[in-house]
């Protein structure tokens, strides 16, 4: 099993910047792929981000590319969200999640499907205001 907490969520200004975090209890965090997902009201939750065991390789959706980063601290089991110059089209619910692994045998880091993700976070809020 493994647990996550996210938080570093609020309220933003379209073209400020803020900062998620992601930590994670339980099983050997460096043995998962890491993604952030968003949920917005009255939509399907969404891939954003995900990063390799190591942090060496990284792929963004397209809708963040440019103004989102990742990154991982496997010593401090954690992985972070940088969120640069957000727009109110990113206001939404966002999620960490660790990959599905089959013994060593894990979803990839760059997959953008929900169901390769066995642990969810609860969530965190932010909204963008104009």
């Known amino acids: 099993q493994v647990q996550l907490v996210e938080s570093g969520g609020g309220l933003v200004q379209t073209g400020g910047s803020l900062r998620l975090s992601c930590e994670a209890s339980g099983r050997t965090f460096s043995s998962y792929a890491m993604g952030w997902f968003r949920q917005a009201p009255g939509k399907e939750r969404e891939f954003v981000v995900g990063i390799s065991l190591d942090g060496g390789r990284t792929a963004f959706a397209d809708s963040v590319k440019g103004r989102f980063s990742i990154s991982r601290d496997n010593a401090k089991n954690a992985v972070y969200l940088q969120m640069n110059s957000p727009t109110p089209e990113d206001t939404a619910v966002y999620f960490c999640?660790?990959?599905?692994?089959?013994?060593?045998?894990?979803?990839?880091?760059?997959?953008?499907?929900?169901?390769?993700?066995?642990?969810w976070g609860q969530g965190t809020q932010v909204p963008v205001s104009s």
């Open positions: 999640a660790a990959s599905r692994c089959r013994g060593f045998d894990c979803a990839p880091y760059y997959s953008a499907r929900t169901l390769d993700y066995t642990y």
